[in-house]
């Protein structure tokens, strides 16, 4: 693994590291930006077969006495990656898979890797696949949303309290190419009644943000 913590504040341009979400999450909302920052990742790290940010992450970010935040190790990832229905491309709610307690998306992002690997590089569609992953936690949320979208993966993100239902956004995240090659665009869900009913929200708290870069998928919606 060559990121580190001090490497990833000198791509995004953080000075101090606890502010190392808050920087990535404003770079994710402009597309230019964010795609220069993925290359910039990709040219120091470029298998993204697992979470880099797991260990960064638990070291030096995560709330363990608060929140008793702990992350997934890769290892552990990778093993229930590979055991979670293995021949099941898609859920009877239409998710290949999904995590209530996501964090920073490493249980994800190895069932995204075992998926993809079961076909030929020319034969994998991003398409094929929908994930689906909630988390309260206003830290993990940038580093969930930025692996996502740099590996081209489908998927919605909720910020949300999972027992009471209580949202600040939700994410859909579209790999609009269905090129594997390609990074996905980024959408907040606007808060209707059929945010509310698809995705059982019960509530909302925070500021409502706008941001649609893939209009064509919210022709029924109020944009």
């Known amino acids: 693994m060559k990121l580190t913590i001090e490497k990833c504040a000198e791509i995004v341009g953080c000075k101090e590291h606890s502010y190392l ?30 979470d880099w940010f797991v260990d960064i992450f638990g070291a030096n970010i995560a709330s363990l006495k608060s929140l008793k935040q702990h992350y997934t190790p890769n290892a552990a990832a990778k093993l229930l990656g590979e055991l979670v229905n293995p021949k099941v491309e898609v859920l009877k709610d239409g998710y290949t898979a999904y995590d209530p307690t ?10 995204w890797q075992q998926d993809r690997i079961k076909h030929l590089p020319w034969d994998y569609n991003p398409s094929n696949y929908f994930y689906r992953a909630e988390d309260i936690s206003k830290k993990n949320i940038p580093f969930l949303l930025f692996n996502f979208l740099i590996r081209g ?41 059929l945010t509310e009913k698809t995705f059982y929200i019960k509530g909302w708290e925070g500021t409502a943000i706008i941001h649609i870069e893939s209009p064509n998928y919210f022709e029924d919606e109020e944009v």
């Open 102 to 111: 996501a964090g920073t998306g490493t249980l994800l992002i190895a069932k």
């Open 153 to 193: 993966m489908n998927a919605i993100v909720i910020q949300v309290d999972t027992l009471t239902r209580i949202a600040e956004q939700v994410y859909f995240v579209v790999n609009e190419k269905n090129d594997s090659l390609s990074f996905s665009y980024l959408n907040v869900m606007p808060r209707t009644a």
């Open 21 to 50: 979400g808050d920087e990535i999450f404003a770079v994710l909302f402009d597309k230019k930006r964010r795609e220069g920052m993925f290359l910039a990742f990709l040219e120091v790290e470029p298998d993204v077969s697992t």
